[in-house]
């Protein structure tokens, strides 16, 4: 098992590198002057936006000057790669007085906090929406959690956050609409989050549970006499949670990218409404740092998968004995 972990961490390694040179060139080759500043609105009064509010050239000249954006551009790649070795992201350019660490160290748990609440909610309502299903496949509780998984999985999450608010903030008035601030401006924004995983979740432990069922492995247990729950619990459900498992990384880019969306409809303050308005305003390395660090939590959740995988399949092991 350590010599598989060392290899992927070198190869998390390469793809980290590969992915900060990329956006590096990516955002350079965008265009686009960051020093042209007009008030941000929704975010701060401390934040600026690009608004074609154009300034003297001298100060331009000092500002580049002072970012380092006036040296060549393989001067500026080696300055930030060696300074995201340190994992120094620099300083913001529209941002007075912040650094993207700044950024990140305040905003950063509030987008971890959510994700992690949606990733709760998927396990909680789609484990045993799949369980039922995989046991009792055909009845009124499965043809029901099959609609509620199709509807998570189909509808937009941005559709889903509009009825939410319009149903139990407005009609209801038992939630408020917006905000972080206690758990009952929390719910919203996290189940919402949570739909499609969810679904995803309550599908893939469905057919993983049905197809376990039939295993020879599973006849062998009833054979034996064990109690049902014995052999859904011991032997068919951590086969039926292989796929739940092996998908689990994919499912962190779609938390990750579903972000940006129920942040900005809920007004939560959390990184993906900064990093919508970085893009805006040309600051580059506040875009490069919330990238790399997004980028970086996909890489270190396959990472995690990959082994979790192998403690669950004892044939992958085997194969690597």
């Not at 987008?111 to 309502?125: F, Y």
């Amino acid at each position: 098992m350590l010599p598989f972990v060392v290899r992927r961490l070198l190869w998390s390694v390469v793809v980290l590198f590969v992915v900060v040179t990329t956006l590096f060139l990516v955002m350079r080759s965008i265009g686009g002057n960051p020093f042209r500043h007009g008030p941000l609105l929704g975010l701060s009064a401390q934040a600026w936006v690009k608004y074609g509010d154009p300034q003297p050239q001298a100060i331009e000249d000092n500002q580049r000057r002072r970012y380092g954006l006036d040296r060549p551009w393989y001067r500026q790649y080696a300055d930030y790669v060696e300074s995201v070795g340190r994992l120094d992201f620099g300083p913001s350019l529209s941002y007075r007085n912040r650094s993207v660490n700044d950024i990140l160290r305040e905003q950063g748990p509030v987008s971890l906090e959510l994700g992690l609440l949606a990733i709760g909610w998927s396990l909680v309502l789609g484990l045993p929406l799949g369980i039922l299903g995989g046991l009792r496949p055909g009845c009124p509780g499965d043809r029901a959690a099959t609609v509620v998984s199709t509807i998570g999985y189909a509808i937009p999450s941005f559709l889903v956050a509009t009825v939410l608010i319009w149903l139990f903030a407005i009609e209801l008035d038992w939630l408020p609409p917006t905000g972080w601030e206690g758990f009952d401006t929390k719910l919203l924004p996290s189940l919402t989050l949570g739909l499609l995983p969810m679904a995803f979740i309550a599908r893939l432990t469905r057919a993983g549970l049905l197809e376990a069922m039939e295993q020879d492995f599973v006849r062998a247990a009833r054979a034996k006499g064990l109690r049902r729950a014995r052999i859904v619990v011991v032997h068919a459900l951590p086969s039926a949670l292989i796929p739940v498992v092996t998908a689990a990384g994919p499912l962190v880019g779609v938390l990750l990218t579903g972000v940006f969306v129920i942040e900005d409809v809920f007004q939560v303050p959390g990184i993906g409404r900064f990093y919508v308005a970085a893009v805006s305003a040309r600051d580059y390395p506040l875009v490069l740092g919330l990238t790399i660090v997004l980028a970086a939590s996909v890489i270190v959740a396959n990472l995690v998968v990959d082994v979790v995988h192998r403690l669950l399949d004892p044939r992958i092991r085997e194969h690597a004995a």
